[in-house]
């Protein structure tokens, strides 16, 4: 019989969390990224490992230094539809590898799942689906899972790995947790989950939400939305005002008032000039959106009231940190600091 072991709490070194995407994809911990089939998870997955690869920061977070990817899939090509989509998003293809399964299938077990880490310094590691991984395990099962997933978790927190899992959801209804292919031990291995899924406006058929259903390491992140282009390909369009049952459901929520009127601001204010403010006003107007609502978003905003011949303008601070471009200025980003000003 083995000697008793105890670890007292004293004897352990506290360590902070360390975030690959924060708050979304924590580095050394197992996310789930989930969705329908076509929805876009792949794509966008394909994505971010491309920013990595170029050291380039991911929305609402900074830029890296440029590190390595692997990546497994059993649903797509390598060379006929990988391959392509990387360059397609300007990936450093040198720094994406594939652990060779000619020979020998993979699964979320294989000791060479580690080894390949190690060797390749990968900082993110995406399997792709997860039932092609389970390496013939019952995922329906929490006796065939959950071994499979403290094994993968153990591989995650030894070498600091971000592991990624891709995963359909099934045709069912109810809460997202349950929705997800297999045993519910499989959802409650990750410590964080991410939902993606289309996001109509009526319009534009094209946008994906990614909403986090789960979060055990930091608050929830904001909704995020992208789009895929088809002409551009896939670009991020900024945060949005969805959750999950929005994502289920297909739909986009109406944009509030409070929203619409800093939209209203910005598109007057974002070049940086002055504006007559009884231009912004008679706009706000128009579009329904109370004086009052409109003075709050300008107050958030840090718009400065300048007045010149009896005449009220309004401009943005000078040290604003400016979108790349109006359209994400739109998606109702955060874009300075919040300044005291007269309200006018």
């Known amino acids: 019989m083995n000697d008793l072991k105890i670890i007292t709490m004293s004897d352990i070194e506290s360590e902070s969390i360390s975030w690959l995407w924060k708050p979304y994809i924590p580095q050394g911990k197992i996310t789930i990224v989930q969705g329908d089939p076509g929805d876009g998870k792949t794509t966008m997955m394909l994505a971010i490992a491309a920013a990595i690869t170029k050291g380039e920061a991911l929305p609402n977070g900074g830029a890296s230094s440029p590190a390595d990817v692997l990546f497994q899939t059993a649903e797509d090509g390598l060379a006929d539809t990988i391959k392509p989509r ?5 990936a450093d293809c040198y720094r994406i590898h594939v652990i060779d399964e000619n020979e020998k299938s993979l699964s979320l077990s294989d000791e060479r799942i580690e080894k390949a880490i190690v060797k390749t310094r990968a900082k993110l590691l995406i399997l792709d689906p997860l039932q092609a991984y389970l390496g013939g395990s019952d995922f329906n099962s929490a006796h065939g899972v959950r071994p499979l997933m403290k094994t993968l978790a153990g591989v995650a927190e030894r070498t600091g790995c971000a592991i990624v899992i891709i995963g359909h959801l099934n ?77 289920m459901a297909g739909r986009k929520k109406p944009e509030s008032q409070f929203d619409k009127a800093k939209r209203i601001i910005l598109s007057f204010l974002s070049d940086g000039y002055e504006v007559a403010a009884n231009e912004i006003i008679g706009q706000a107007e128009d579009d329904g959106v109370s004086l009052i609502t409109l003075k709050r978003a300008k107050a958030e905003l840090g718009v400065i009231s300048n007045r010149r011949g009896g005449q009220w303008f309004w401009q943005l601070p000078i040290d604003v940190k400016f979108a790349e471009n109006q359209e994400y200025q739109e998606e109702h980003r955060t874009l300075m600091i919040p300044l005291k000003t007269e309200v006018v």
Do not use: C, H
Not at 86 to 90: A, R
């Open 86 to 90: 990387l360059e397609d998003l300007g």
């Open 171 to 247: 045709k069912g209804r109810g809460k997202s947790q349950y929705r997800g292919l297999g045993s519910i031990d499989i959802y409650a291995a990750a410590r964080s989950v991410l939902t993606v899924g289309r996001l109509s406006d009526g319009e534009n058929e094209n946008l994906r939400a990614v909403v986090q259903g789960k979060s055990n390491l930091a608050p929830p992140g904001v909704s995020m939305m992208f789009e895929l282009d088809l002409v551009l390909g896939f670009v991020w369009r900024g945060e949005v005002n969805a959750d999950i049952d929005d994502v």
